[in-house]
């Protein structure tokens, strides 16, 4: 006789998949059962420790240092993922978010700025926020490209900002086909901005 797995196992299986790091809501599991029966799951599972509840209705599956022993904060990356797919948004990340997603800056910004389609609003994560900003859907149009985030990225350092050493990053870490999507990209850029893409993309010219 073919075992069914229970609802419980299913939604813990998914979230195993999604790796640590990932957040999700009740809406991310609604092809698994209806969602009284998904967010009593997620209860149970935040009760038991194995998922975190970070607002009502947002979770994620933390990371964890072994070296601290304790629980890594969440990723705002993937906290606005969860609540954009949630509410049907398109959103594209700015600023030192950007810079850090991609490997140009360590550090790690106590706010996350997202341009979006939909209503501008805060979320508060502990001592961290979220900041959903409106803006016309032809900003985001790359929301969903590494183009979109290595020009929020380049935009944040600014003219004065950049260095060789982002470049030559980019330059190495850029496949070819986001190179010429960059290309592409340019011509809607401002002039400086335009020059530093040709710049980190002259090989695939």
């Avoid at 060789?164 to 592409?184: A, F, P, V, W």
């Amino acid at each position: 006789m073919e075992h069914v797995l229970s609802i419980t196992d299913r939604i813990g299986y998914r979230i195993r998949g999604m790796g640590r790091g990932s957040a999700f809501m009740r809406h991310d599991f609604l092809d698994l059962g209806n969602i009284d029966a998904v967010a009593k799951v997620l209860t149970r599972l935040s009760s038991d420790k194995i998922i975190r509840r970070l607002k009502p209705g947002l979770f994620d599956f933390p990371r964890f240092n072994r070296k601290l022993g304790g629980e890594l904060s969440p990723d705002l990356d993937q906290l606005a993922k969860a609540i954009a797919r949630k509410n049907g948004l398109r959103i594209q990340v700015t600023g030192a978010q950007a810079a850090n997603l991609l490997g140009l800056s360590t550090q790690v910004p106590a706010q996350a700025i997202y341009l979006t389609d939909g209503p501008s609003k805060r979320i508060k994560i502990g001592n961290r926020e979220i900041v959903f900003r409106h803006v016309e859907p032809r900003r985001i149009r790359m929301s969903k490209s590494k183009s979109g985030i290595v020009m929020e990225a380049l935009k944040y350092f600014g003219q004065d900002g950049l260095n060789n050493k982002i470049i030559d990053t980019l330059r190495r870490e850029l496949t070819g086909r986001e190179k010429r999507q960059m290309l592409k990209d340019a011509d809607k850029a401002p002039a400086w901005l335009g020059k530093v893409i040709r710049q980190i993309t002259g090989e695939a010219a």
